[in-house]
């Protein structure tokens, strides 16, 4: 048996974990960045200290959002006002960022005087040339190097693209977990629905055999004895075999045995029932009590005590299919009384539940003969 409370928990502790794995590979590809584009083999390490100038507004930028902003917020759909705390929380950091660097600019350190005098001399054009000489051709002056944007930008930019990703991946992985909600309350709601169903299935078969029980009584007591020990089996397997969410093909088979023995006993010689079943079963499992209910209504509304009826069950067998057909004569004064019966309604919602679109179920009228045809998957 599957514990679909362990289950949760590891499916949720997937989650958490792949989205950690997320956020520690992007953040390490933000403080890794200098690293991955040096093009020079001596790296500048002073490089990678400049560029925590960036990471530590980001960090405070993805802490502050992560944890604040998107659950007391975006998450209670105050949209508005969490666009608007984000962007305020931007350009804060950023012009934060722009007075950090406009400060490191003014205290950096000048060289001496005589430096700088050395340092003009030094850049100085050469004395003109008081004998003729062939002068080169002049070289185009080098291009100056792309300095790179200022800390500041780059908080900005990166920031605008951090929060972006991190909502992004937030809302995505809250999506999957209220998937997973949503699918796990819908089979507790088939299955809720499924045991209600068979509830009302129980009564309503056990009160009309019972009936039939009562009625042999008079007759034969003896006959009445034995019926009452078949019905204790159905009644086990009504009660036990039935709870569980698929049962073995052979036991529904010999339930629909006992169930028409049981009900040939109350009916004389002019009713003709007919049971025709493979003798081979294969070993294959369906949900528990499909069939009784189209039994129960085909003996409920086929069969009269005063006129020649019958009641004629097929059941055959494919390789992924189970087929039933019941063909019974109809004596109901009502006109399509299969349809209303309570029965027949509640086999049909189980049947939407546990098949959805994959099985196949016909009813109808024909000839003053009551007809129906089931095909569901094995």
Request: glycine fraction near 4%; hydrophobic fraction near 40%.
């Amino acid at each position: 048996m599957i514990d679909l409370k362990k289950l949760k928990i590891q499916r949720e502790s997937n989650l958490r974990i792949a989205e950690i794995v997320l956020i520690v590979l992007v953040w390490l590809v933000i403080i890794g960045s200098p690293v991955f584009m040096n093009d020079d083999n001596n790296f500048d390490w002073n490089r990678l200290i400049r560029h925590g100038n960036v990471v530590i507004p980001l960090f405070i930028i993805f802490l502050i959002n992560r944890f604040y902003l998107v659950p007391s917020f975006l998450l209670k759909k105050k949209r508005g006002i969490y666009i608007g705390l984000v962007a305020t929380l931007i350009v804060l950091i950023t012009f934060g960022s722009f007075l950090v660097t406009e400060v490191n600019k003014k205290s950096r350190i000048q060289p001496p005087p005589h430096e700088m005098n050395h340092q003009l001399l030094k850049h100085q054009p050469p004395p003109p040339q008081t004998f003729h000489q062939s002068v080169p051709p002049p070289h185009k002056p080098p291009r100056p190097e792309p300095q790179p944007l200022p800390p500041y930008l780059n908080v900005l930019l990166f920031s605008i693209l951090l929060i972006g990703f991190d909502t992004g991946l937030m809302s995505s992985f809250r999506l999957a977990r209220t998937e997973q909600e949503k699918a796990k309350l819908e089979k507790e709601n088939v299955e809720n629905q499924l045991a209600f169903l068979r509830t009302q299935i129980s009564p309503h078969f056990f009160m009309n055999t019972l009936n039939n029980i009562h009625a042999l009584v008079d007759i034969d007591a003896e006959e009445a004895k034995e019926s009452i020990i078949k019905l204790s089996k159905l009644m086990r397997h009504v009660l036990y075999d039935s709870e569980t969410e698929t049962i073995h093909l052979k036991k529904e088979v010999d339930f629909i045995r006992n169930y028409v023995g049981l009900m040939k006993l109350r009916f004389s010689s002019s009713v003709k029932i007919t049971l025709n079943i493979p003798k081979k079963i294969p070993d294959k499992t369906i949900p528990p009590l499909l069939f009784i209910s189209f039994i129960e209504n085909a003996f409920k509304h086929g069969l009269s005590y005063n006129a020649n009826s019958f009641i004629d069950i097929l059941l055959q067998i494919e390789e992924e299919k189970l087929k039933l057909k019941i063909t019974n004569s109809n004596y109901s004064k009502d006109a399509g009384h299969g349809y209303r019966g309570i029965g027949i309604i509640n086999a049909k919602k189980r049947l939407d539940l546990l098949y959805g679109d994959k099985y196949d179920l016909s009813i109808y009228d024909e000839n003053e003969e009551f007809i129906v045809n089931l095909s569901i998957p094995i």
